[in-house]
C-alpha cells in the first residue's frame, strides 16, 4: 500500500521566527537567537496555534494513519500539542530527513546582514539562484529535496492508504510540493513569491491509490486558528526569490 493522503503542517510560531521578523524590519545585520535551530521552542503564541491545530485534528474528516515529526524542537512541540488536544493516541515518528534547511554561515544572518557581512557570498548567491545556492557548510533547496525524496520513498514502502500527518517547516512543505506536484524550478519559485505556509497552517495533497501523481487540495488552511482567536502568523523565509 501507499498513501494517499498527506497532511503537511507548519509548526506553530517560535521565538525564533519572532526576532527574526523584527531584526528584518529594524534593518540589523543579525537575529538575536538563544538556541541552536534545533533547539528554538513555540512561542506562546505558537503554543496556542498548536492547541488549535488539536482541536482541527479532532474535527477532521478522517484521523491520521501515522504522525511523522522533524525532529527539531519546535515542530514536535507542535504535534505533541496537537495530538494531545485531538484525543488521537498515536506515537510521534521523528526523522531527521524533515528538519529545516540548514544555512551553514549565513545562519542568524538577516538577508541585510549577509550583504554587509558576507559580500562575496550575497553574490554568489545572487549568481546561482535560490534554488541552487548552497551556503558553506549548510545546504541548498536541492539538497533538501534530496532527502524528502528519500523519506517519501520510505514512507511509500511502509504506510497503508490512510492520511499521514507530517510537521516540519515552510521550506520543507514548500519542497513536498515541488516533489509531489511535478514541478520545475521556476515554478517553485514563482510559487514561493506570492505564497507563505502559515505557522501551523495545514497542506493537503491527495493521490489516487497506485498513482504516482498528486493533487494539491488545500494550501496553508487556517481556518482553525481564526476559528479560536488565536493569531495568525505569516513569517516568511529568505525574500530573495528571483535574485537575477
Not at 534593518?27 to 482541527?56: C, K, N, T, Y
Given at each position: 500500500m501507499t498513501a494517499t493522503q498527506l497532511w503537511l503542517?507548519?509548526?506553530?510560531?517560535?521565538?525564533?521566527?519572532?526576532?527574526?521578523?523584527?531584526?528584518?524590519?529594524?534593518?540589523?545585520?543579525?537575529?538575536?537567537?538563544?538556541?541552536?535551530?534545533?533547539?528554538?521552542?513555540?512561542?506562546?503564541?505558537?503554543?496556542?496555534?498548536?492547541?488549535?491545530?488539536?482541536?482541527?485534528?479532532?474535527?477532521a474528516d478522517g484521523r491520521p494513519e501515522s504522525v511523522w515529526s522533524s525532529p527539531y524542537l519546535r515542530a514536535q512541540q507542535t504535534t505533541a500539542i496537537a495530538l494531545e488536544g485531538s484525543g488521537l493516541e498515536l506515537p510521534i515518528l521523528v526523522d531527521e530527513r524533515l528538519r529545516d534547511r540548514e544555512l551553514g554561515i549565513l545562519d542568524a544572518l538577516t538577508s541585510h546582514g549577509v550583504d554587509v557581512r558576507l559580500p562575496e557570498e550575497a553574490a554568489r548567491r545572487r549568481w546561482l539562484g535560490k534554488f541552487y545556492y548552497r551556503p558553506p557548510g549548510g545546504e541548498s533547496w536541492t539538497d533538501v529535496v534530496l532527502r524528502v525524496r528519500s523519506f517519501l520513498r520510505d514512507l511509500d514502502s511502509t504506510s497503508g492508504d490512510?492520511?499521514?500527518?507530517?510537521?516540519?517547516?515552510?521550506?520543507?512543505?514548500?519542497?513536498?510540493?515541488?516533489?509531489c506536484l511535478g514541478w520545475s524550478e521556476q515554478e517553485l519559485l514563482d510559487f514561493i513569491g506570492s505564497h507563505t505556509v502559515l505557522n501551523a497552517s495545514v497542506t493537503q495533497l491527495s493521490r489516487e491509490p497506485g498513482s504516482a501523481r498528486w493533487t494539491l487540495d488545500v494550501f496553508s488552511h487556517d481556518d482553525h486558528l481564526e476559528a479560536l482567536g488565536v493569531p495568525v502568523t505569516r513569517h516568511g523565509g529568505d525574500s530573495n526569490v528571483h535574485p537575477h
Open positions: 503542517v507548519r509548526h506553530g510560531e517560535s521565538t525564533a521566527n519572532v526576532l527574526a521578523t523584527e531584526a528584518q524590519r529594524a534593518g540589523l545585520e543579525a537575529i538575536a537567537v538563544e538556541h541552536r535551530d534545533a533547539d528554538v521552542p513555540l512561542s506562546d503564541a505558537g503554543m496556542r496555534q498548536a492547541e488549535a491545530l488539536g482541536h482541527w485534528l479532532s474535527a490512510g492520511p499521514v500527518l507530517i510537521a516540519a517547516h515552510d521550506a520543507v512543505v514548500m519542497v513536498f510540493l515541488y516533489i
